[in-house]
């Protein structure tokens, strides 16, 4: 009986030991199914579980999880996440699905909540603080003991928060996210500028294993890249840029950090469409030991570095003795990929080209991308668009074109100037109707 007594109270406390996390939406539509869990390594996120979610909410065991940085990822109308630290604690929290992680609400979980009152706190301190500066840039004979005062109170509380946080694992957050502030306000914009810029990192350890494994270090890096070297010119401002990339890669020692960061770079200068920042960056990812660099990665970026705005159109063989680069004596082009089993593309080519129907300066190369049973269907639909460059390439998705151009729904339409080069990649035909009639006009 003592031995049964005994494994009784042990099996007891592993129960009572088991952590969890919790999360309820407190939005019920549109319903949502499932939830995944992720793990941040190298802050990038890597899946770990799933499960379902039953009357708006979800449970996840993390008795065999490490502490870390983890991610709740879910779809609603579009992907919804909720960010949080797990560190051998219960995790309860409700979220609006619509909104996602600037609406949750911890109801359990000492380290959540901890880092989420120290960025709530802090940031209105800073932002009262940096209101002040605005102040003293217009008139700088404003009250400096007030911008002390507040200063001295982001201090006591950056001080006060770390003391609390000394045993927890989001304290590397908490000192990682101090800011330097000036003793008094700046006169001119410029040496404020500088000054944040000079003490950017001053506080940053990219050593800390727990700020490589959160996405923090990919913020700061994107904040102080694209937010901190802004210029009215494009050709400066892209200076600055590649200069700001080369400072940050030089404070990083660990190559699998700076591949991270590198990458996470690379891929929001695709999506800003900058050819000129992201071909210098990916000439400084190439400098990686051979190991790190990620060869999915670069490929991927050499294919779509061809199509971004700004850069000259890849070629399309529409005959024998004729290319799209071949062409010349229109103001504009026009490259359309269709599909003649394409009903949205049945509905949307005929305005298409009843718009271009007066529009001489627009030469319209369309570009129909089937399967082998679908080319006479093609050679049918095409007849109804007898002034266009129409050609018909046989392999849908897996096609030359399709490929060269890195299509992956139809119709889309690519823009270019007399010179071929992409100027726009209209969405949809009201935003085409709007850059064909700005680029006549000009």
């Known amino acids: 009986m003592k031995y049964i007594s005994l494994l009784f109270l042990v099996v007891v406390q592993l129960v009572s030991a088991q952590n969890t996390v919790t999360g309820t939406f407190i939005d019920s539509l549109p319903q949502i199914k499932n939830v995944a869990l992720y793990q941040f390594k190298n802050g990038t996120p890597e899946y770990v579980n799933f499960t379902d979610v039953?009357?708006?909410?979800?449970?996840?065991?993390?008795?065999?999880?490490?502490?870390?940085?983890?991610?709740?990822?879910?779809?609603?109308?579009?992907?919804?996440?909720?960010?949080?630290?797990?560190?051998?604690?219960?995790?309860?929290?409700?979220?609006?699905?619509?909104?996602?992680?600037v609406s949750v609400g911890y109801a359990a979980s000492r380290e959540n909540q901890l880092l989420q009152a120290y960025n709530y706190n802090m940031l209105q301190l800073q932002t009262e603080l940096d209101s002040l500066q605005m102040v003293f840039f217009r008139k700088p004979s404003a009250d400096v003991a007030l911008y002390k005062d507040i200063k001295s109170k982001i201090d006591g509380?950056?001080?006060?928060?770390?003391?609390?946080?000394?045993?927890?694992?989001?304290?590397?957050?908490?000192?990682?996210?101090?800011?330097?502030?000036?003793?008094?306000?700046?006169?001119?914009?410029?040496?404020?500028?500088?000054?944040?810029?000079?003490?950017?990192?001053d506080p940053i350890d990219f050593k800390d294993q727990g700020l490589k494994n959160s996405l923090f270090l990919k913020n700061r890096v994107t904040d102080y890249v694209f937010y901190l070297h802004q210029s009215e010119s494009k050709e400066t401002e892209n200076r600055l840029f590649i200069g700001a990339i080369k400072k940050v890669t030089a404070l990083v020692d660990d190559s699998e950090l700076k591949e991270a960061l590198l990458a996470d770079l690379i891929q929001k200068l695709i999506a800003k469409e900058n050819s000129v920042v992201l071909?210098?960056?990916?000439?400084?990812?190439?400098?990686?030991?051979?190991?790190?660099?990620?060869?999915?990665?670069?490929?991927?970026?050499?294919?779509?570095?061809?199509?971004?705005?700004?850069?000259?159109?890849?070629?399309?063989?529409?005959?024998?003795?004729?290319?799209?680069?071949?062409?010349?004596?229109?103001?504009?082009y026009l490259v359309v990929f269709w599909s003649s089993t394409c009903s949205h593309c049945s509905l949307e080519l005929p305005k298409v080209a009843t718009l271009l129907k007066d529009k001489q300066e627009v030469t319209v190369v369309s570009v129909g991308l089937e399967k082998k049973t679908d080319a006479v269907n093609w050679t049918t639909k095409v007849k109804d668009f007898p002034t266009w460059k129409n050609v018909i390439s046989i392999g849908k998705w897996n096609s030359v074109e399709s490929v060269s151009y890195s299509v992956n729904t139809t119709p889309?339409?690519?823009?270019?100037?007399?010179?071929?080069?992409?100027i726009a990649k209209p969405k949809d035909l009201e935003t085409l109707i709007k850059v064909v009639d700005e680029l006549l006009i000009q």
Not at 161 to 169: C, G, I, Q, R, T
Not at 412 to 422: A, D, M, P, V
């Open 54 to 101: 039953e009357k708006n909410s979800f449970t996840f065991s993390m008795d065999s999880l490490p502490s870390g940085y983890y991610r709740a990822l879910y779809k609603n109308v579009a992907s919804g996440y909720v960010d949080f630290i797990y560190n051998k604690e219960n995790i309860k929290f409700e979220v609006n699905s619509k909104v996602g992680q």
């Open 157 to 201: 509380a950056q001080n006060y928060y770390e003391n609390l946080a000394k045993n927890d694992y989001c304290l590397s957050i908490i000192k990682a996210s101090k800011r330097y502030n000036a003793p008094i306000p700046f006169t001119l914009p410029g040496n404020y500028i500088s000054s944040i810029q000079k003490h950017y990192f």
């Open 279 to 332: 071909a210098e960056t990916v000439a400084i990812y190439k400098e990686l030991p051979v190991a790190v660099q990620k060869y999915a990665l670069l490929k991927e970026t050499q294919q779509l570095s061809k199509t971004l705005l700004g850069v000259v159109a890849p070629n399309i063989k529409i005959s024998e003795t004729e290319t799209l680069h071949s062409l010349s004596g229109s103001k504009a």
């Open 412 to 422: 889309s339409y690519f823009l270019l100037n007399k010179n071929k080069q992409i």
